[in-house]
């Protein structure tokens, strides 16, 4: 399989200059075809998609989204924070988004952590992150609790269309997770 981790190798297979050479050069390909697109940053479906940061998850092809659809919103483990409550309240009040989906998957590095991240971390450079891990084992209930937040956040205007998934890292397919 060929992904955009499959680069140019130069001799004995040695990669050639840093990952973030590589993006910048890809950027200076992909800014010679580009047209600006007229778009503003209003989302064009008035929706929200909060969803984990893995790398396996193409949230455009795998909800059939275009540029300008959607305002996507990603961290570890597709958690609801205080700063994807920001982001989403900037969506709505701002930008005028009115539906959330959120979108948790299979296979999550998150499943394997706990808080005692927090203390290794303070124990390696002397002072306690601030943010919570958010570390959980039941990827079901995680979505459900992750809802539960958007729906009872007081700075959300439009809480009404919330729905939750599970994306299987394996088959590509969203399973809905009843919010009760």
Request: charged share 25%.
């Amino acid at each position: 399989m060929t992904t955009s981790a499959s680069v140019p190798a130069g001799p004995e297979g040695a990669i050639v200059g840093s990952v973030t050479d590589r993006l910048v050069e890809a950027n200076q390909r992909y800014a010679t075809a580009f047209a600006d697109p007229g778009m503003d940053a209003r989302p064009v479906l008035g929706v929200a998609v909060v969803a984990c940061m893995d790398a396996r998850l193409d949230l455009h092809a795998a909800l059939g989204l275009k540029l300008g659809d959607c305002h996507t919103i990603r961290n570890a483990g597709g958690v609801v924070t205080d700063d994807v409550i920001r982001s989403l309240t900037i969506s709505q009040r701002a930008l005028g988004t009115r539906s959330v989906v959120l979108i948790h998957h299979t296979g999550c590095g998150l499943e394997s952590l706990t808080e005692e991240f927090r203390h290794d971390l303070e124990m390696e450079v002397g002072q306690r992150p601030s943010w919570a891990v958010e570390a959980f084992r039941d990827v079901d209930q995680d979505v459900r609790q992750s809802m539960q937040r958007v729906r009872t956040s007081p700075f959300l205007v439009h809480t009404d269309d919330v729905r939750g998934f599970v994306f299987d890292v394996k088959t590509g397919r969203l399973r809905e997770i009843d919010p009760a």
